[in-house]
């Protein structure tokens, strides 16, 4: 959801960086001999054609078209191609390791772009390296990621144009405000996340990010870290109330909203300030005495 510079290196340079250090494969036992260098090189123009499609319907929003099919690697059988290219060409190899690690380093402050919390650790492959073999090593298939989305998105194909998930390096979502939350008025409150989208947006991209929302489980993640929050100001919020009363308390929030959304507009923490602020029934601490913890 949350949006990348696309990477400067090209498809065609990362391909060369990743295939020319890789030897041919000897027979052994088992295993019969496979002329690598050859079948490289052979695969190199459909490589790059493969990338250029790629490219053109991302840029177009019609990566829905594109069929596995057409994005095999010739002389390759689909899991050897990604495990030559991709893990040996790319992620152990020198030259390939560099863009590799170009790649991960792109999020400010090491923020999944997919969550905008989690720390990035890892590459997804945006059309997944299982069933799109060729766009293994194009850059702009890879996105930096922590390791909860990457294990929730899986080999994820969309099926819908609903279903098409955010890219980071081409949707910009985040310039609006989307993401809202809503405090449920318990003795510990909480607080539910929901995707709140402006009138401006088309209904397809409502839907899109509302999937990209519910298969990333989204709020499960805002709402664990938000309930953690609000309970650590809980005490200073009943400080505050007694001292100054209840606008003080709003004021205060406030603040801490606008600090936030500064660095990160639909960040959780925002979201969080900004909805406690708006909630009267907690900046009236009617939440005091409900709970064993607090008075
Ligand atoms: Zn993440």
């Known amino acids: 959801m949350w949006p990348l510079d696309p990477p400067s290196v090209t498809a065609d340079e990362s391909y060369l960086a990743c295939s020319r250090s890789i030897q041919d494969r000897r027979e052994k036992p088992g295993k019969p001999a496979r002329p690598y260098r050859r079948l490289l090189a052979a695969a190199a123009p459909d490589i790059s054609a493969a990338s250029q499609r790629f490219e053109k319907a991302a840029a177009e929003g019609s990566l829905l078209g594109l069929k596995a099919e057409?994005?095999?690697?010739?002389?390759?059988?689909?899991?050897e191609a990604h495990r030559v290219i991709y893990a040996r060409g790319m992620v152990k190899n020198k030259a390939g390791r560099q863009i590799y690690d170009?790649?991960?380093a792109a999020p400010a402050h090491e923020r999944c772009p997919f969550c905008g919390h989690g720390i990035v650790r890892e590459l997804d492959h945006h059309l997944?390296?299982?069933s799109y073999?060729?766009?293994?090593?194009?850059?702009?298939?890879?996105?930096?990621?922590c390791k909860d989305c990457n294990d929730l998105k899986g080999s994820f194909v969309p099926n819908s144009p609903e279903s098409v998930l955010i890219h980071p390096y081409y949707d910009r979502i985040d310039d609006d405000p989307w993401l809202s939350a809503k405090v449920v008025h318990t003795a510990e409150p909480t607080l539910d996340f929901f995707v709140d989208p402006p009138d401006t947006w088309d209904q397809i991209t409502v839907s899109r990010v509302k999937h990209h929302f519910?298969?990333?489980?989204?709020?499960?993640t805002f709402g664990t870290q938000a309930n953690r929050l609000v309970s650590n100001i809980q005490y200073g919020v009943e400080k505050l109330l007694r001292a100054v009363g209840?606008?003080?308390v709003r004021e205060y929030l406030q603040e801490e909203a606008e600090t936030r959304f500064k660095s990160?507009?639909?960040?959780?923490e925002g979201v969080t300030f900004l909805t406690l602020s708006e909630d009267d029934w907690f900046c009236e601490g009617n939440f005091i005495g409900n709970s064993g913890s607090t008075g």
């Open 70 to 79: 057409d994005f095999r690697v010739p002389g390759f059988g689909d899991d």
């Open 102 to 104: 170009a790649l991960m």
């Open 128 to 130: 997944p390296k299982s």
């Open 133 to 145: 073999p060729a766009l293994c090593v194009t850059p702009l298939n890879l996105v930096p990621a």
């Open 214 to 220: 519910d298969l990333f489980e989204l709020g499960r």
């Open 246 to 248: 209840s606008d003080a």
């Open 264 to 268: 990160q507009l639909n960040g959780w």
